[in-house]
């Protein structure tokens, strides 16, 4: 519970400062409030696979005890079995196309600095949602994006 608590503070001191953030890291882009239409279109990609992400997540977490209780029940000691369930396959299957879709903001070179913010908004919800504990795309995304 606490790491859910110290996420969401993450995310409300993050989202405060991300316009803020790309002023700075890119001040050589031309101002402008507007995506570039490149960018529209992954954004949508985006909010499309993390929504999908999200609802199989939540059917996961609704499943996962009873698939817990019946891995102990069984007394199976092949955790294999679990991961051919129908819902856990969905699950991978769906946190794999959200991370594509997240990957393919922050990898494209941003044109000005609202695709700049898109860009840290996805890298922030690649590290918050979907598991990239260790900042491996954060690392990434700063050796690639200086402009």
């Not at 507007?34 to 929504?51: G, K, Q, V, W």
């Not at 396959?89 to 000005?112: D, L, Q, T």
């Not at 600095?113 to 890298?123: C, E, F, G, S």
Request: hydrophobic share 50%; proline share 4%; with cysteine.
């Amino acid at each position: 519970m606490a790491m859910e608590g110290e996420a969401i503070n993450r995310r409300a001191v993050m989202a405060g400062g991300l316009a803020a953030m790309a002023a700075v890291a890119a001040p050589a882009m031309p101002e402008s409030g507007a995506l570039s239409p490149a960018f529209c279109l992954m954004r949508d990609e985006m909010e499309a696979a993390l929504t999908a992400f999200r609802a199989v997540r939540d059917d996961l977490e609704r499943v996962k005890p009873q698939l817990i209780k019946q891995l102990r029940r069984d007394g199976r000691r092949n955790f294999g079995w679990y991961f051919r369930q129908p819902e856990v396959i969905a699950e991978s299957r769906a946190r794999m196309k959200a991370r594509a879709a997240a990957e393919g903001v922050f990898v494209n070179p941003a044109a000005n600095n609202a695709d700049r913010v898109l860009q840290l908004h996805a890298l922030d919800v690649y590290e918050a949602d979907l598991g990239d504990r260790f900042g491996i795309a954060r690392t990434h995304f700063s050796r690639t994006s200086s402009a």
